[in-house]
């Protein structure tokens, strides 16, 4: 399952070894150009017997409904397909795991250290697959940011909420984070190297000034960062062009 392609969709590549389904949802937000769709699911592990029920949100009448437009394989309110049972087994996903409180502390300091810092507001929306593969970034690359993003709605509601940030204030965090990137994004070669270096400045540049271990400091601001390339802020840059020159 992926996301963040702002137009829901489904994708079936065959060949012959596996079937490999591909669904994607649209936004998580109403924001005017990406339908609002989240996506639910079953697996029968017996038989295999697969199901995918795509719900929109109907912003007239402020309720989710089963969306049966996708394609013509929704058009009976999912998508019904079989997996090969070969091959299914339980694995152990290790877990990222962080105090919220304390991450939401985090967010507030770090923005009143930034206090001073000019804002910014224009940016580019572009896919997050499609910048990942841009940016040259690895699967385990891939992989962790998909297991930091449910941290996002936290950064969501402080940057957001006018009990937290000013309306006139929220975009400090995101201009410096932008301003390392731009700084960084010709000395480096791709994506995931940018983003450990403006961990490193980061730590380097506050962690005197913010009361967090070391460990947990560096974690908090990767979530950041990783939360400013879902939200379209960087990553808009393509480096397959460098490696081609």
């Keep these: 399952m992926i996301g963040h392609v702002h137009i829901p969709a489904y994708f079936k590549e065959a060949n012959n070894i596996n079937d490999i389904y591909c669904f994607t949802a649209g936004s998580n937000i109403i924001d005017g150009y990406a339908q609002s769709v989240f996506l639910t699911g079953s697996v029968n592990t017996d038989s295999g017997e697969s199901e995918v029920v795509y719900h929109k949100w109907d912003e007239s009448n402020e309720v989710w409904h089963i969306h049966n437009t996708v394609g013509r394989l929704t058009r009976e309110g999912s998508y019904k397909f079989t997996l090969k049972k070969k091959g299914f087994k339980e694995v152990d996903l290790p877990s990222v795991r962080l105090d919220e409180d304390e991450f939401r502390n985090f967010l507030l300091e770090f923005h009143e250290i930034l206090a001073s810092h000019p804002s910014s507001g224009n940016f580019e929306m572009k896919d997050i697959n499609d910048k990942f593969k841009n940016m040259l970034c690895s699967n385990t690359f ?41 700084d960084l994004l010709p000395k480096l070669k791709d994506g995931p190297a940018i983003v450990k270096q403006m961990i490193e400045n980061f730590y380097g540049m506050y962690h005197d000034k913010l009361e967090f271990h070391e460990h947990a400091l560096k974690l908090y601001l990767r979530i950041v960062i990783y939360w400013s390339i879902h939200e379209c802020d960087i990553f808009n840059d393509d480096k397959r062009e460098v490696v081609r020159q």
Excluded at 159 to 177: E, G, L, M, T, Y
């Design 142 to 182: 891939k992989v962790q940011f998909d297991k930091l993003s449910v941290y996002f709605p936290i950064v969501d509601d402080i940057f957001n909420s006018p009990n937290f940030i000013s309306f006139d204030k929220k975009f400090i965090v995101p201009n410096v984070i932008e301003t390392e990137y731009m």
